[in-house]
């Protein structure tokens, strides 16, 4: 069975300010990994997804994720935080990376950037 | 581009009555989508992946004849939710796979009153 943790309800961070929402694994043979955002009333977007190859991943609107096999994590990290970018962030995880199989999400972390 | 439309958004029924839920993909064809329940302040819980031609499968613990999805074209499938009761309210959230990642719709409100 797979797993996703993460450990954050909500991660408050102030507009400029660089950010990093947390995400763990746990997975049986090698990990696809995913990180979606969700707006008020809107589906959930895609941001990005590791495969495999460089465990740094870049995404949609300037995040970056980091695969860290040893720690079995895949934090979302953003140099430079926007007001904009508030919203409800989910890690997911899949046996297979080709989206043929359903996602394995986290709780989601509420992400408030503060003017 | 990679829009997933589902309708209703919101809908609110008598116990008993039976719901129908629809996901489009709206300008690509999905040969897989899936389906998905979120309780408040959890996380989305596969129920069922729903392939273009075949019957659904579906995750250990949701009830076939409870929840029946059709996906009779590459760009729609349904959700069936028969003989509703309260227990049944929830968020339900569709997904149809394109360009290898998964792609959302919107979401369902379900109240059954």
């Known amino acids: 069975a797979q797993s996703v943790a993460q450990p954050e309800d909500q991660v408050n961070v102030a507009e400029g300010n660089p950010l990093t929402v947390k995400c763990t694994y746990s997975?049986?043979?090698?990990?696809?990994l995913f990180w979606y955002v969700q707006y008020p009333n809107r589906g959930l977007q895609f941001l990005l997804k590791?495969?495999?190859?460089?465990?740094l991943v870049k995404g949609s609107y300037g995040f970056e994720a980091e695969f860290n096999k040893s720690q079995t994590s895949f934090h979302l990290k953003k140099p430079s935080a926007l007001v904009s970018d508030s919203a409800l962030y989910f890690c997911?995880?899949?046996?297979?990376?080709?989206?043929?199989?359903?996602?394995?999400f986290g709780k989601g972390t509420h992400l408030i950037i503060q003017p | 581009g990679a829009v997933v439309s589902q309708h209703p958004s919101w809908v609110i029924c008598k116990s008993g009555t039976s719901v129908k839920i629809e996901c489009r993909s709206l300008?690509?064809?999905?040969?897989?989508m899936f389906w998905y329940r979120q309780f408040p302040k959890q996380s989305l819980m596969l129920m069922a992946t729903?392939?273009?031609?075949?019957?659904?499968?579906?995750e250990q613990g949701v009830e076939k004849d409870k929840f029946l999805i059709n996906h009779a074209s590459l760009t729609l499938s349904t959700l069936t939710v028969t003989s509703a009761h309260p227990e049944d309210s929830s968020f339900y959230i569709c997904?149809?796979?394109?360009?290898?990642?998964?792609?959302f719709g919107a979401g369902t409100r379900l109240s059954v009153l």
């Open positions: 997904s149809a796979r394109g360009r290898n990642i998964q792609y």
């Open positions: 997975v049986s043979g090698n990990p696809y």
């Open positions: 590791y495969i495999t190859g460089d465990n």
């Open positions: 997911a995880v899949s046996p297979r990376g080709g989206g043929a199989d359903g996602l394995t």
């Open positions: 300008d690509f064809q999905a040969t897989t």
């Open positions: 729903s392939n273009e031609g075949s019957k659904a499968t579906y």
